[in-house]
Nanobody, 116 residues
């Protein structure tokens, strides 16, 4: 199994942008389904965005139009571009490999704090 390491989190003002990266220890070219999740303080982990096994993308309603998931198979890296950030986007962001909605591997997470 690959190992996943997220980076790119930090403190940003509301309305700002961040790009998260998820570097895999091995090739992700054969891993069709990968995604991002987040966990806000005191809340359960929730889905943010994913690549589906057929190459499509899904987004949570709360981030549609503001977040963009992408991947670079040559660099074995998954990205999450986050624009127009809101205070409610604050949390720890995790990337994961998936089979359908079953998580196979989690990263360790990267913290995002949006100040209002």
């Amino acid at each position: 199994q690959v190992q996943l390491v997220e980076s790119g989190g930090g403190l940003v003002q509301a309305g700002g942008s961040l790009r998260l990266s998820c570097a895999a220890s091995g090739s992700i070219a054969s891993i069709s389904a990968m995604g991002w999740f987040r966990q806000a303080p005191g809340k359960q982990r929730e889905f943010v965005a994913r690549f589906t096994s057929d190459g499509g993308t899904n987004y949570a309603d709360s981030v549609k139009g503001r977040f963009t998931i992408s991947r670079d198979n040559a660099k074995n890296t998954l990205y999450l571009q986050m624009d127009s950030l809101k205070s409610e986007d604050t949390g720890v962001y995790y990337c994961a490999t998936m089979v359908q909605w079953t998580i196979q591997v989690w990263g360790q997470g990267t913290r995002v704090t949006v100040s209002s």
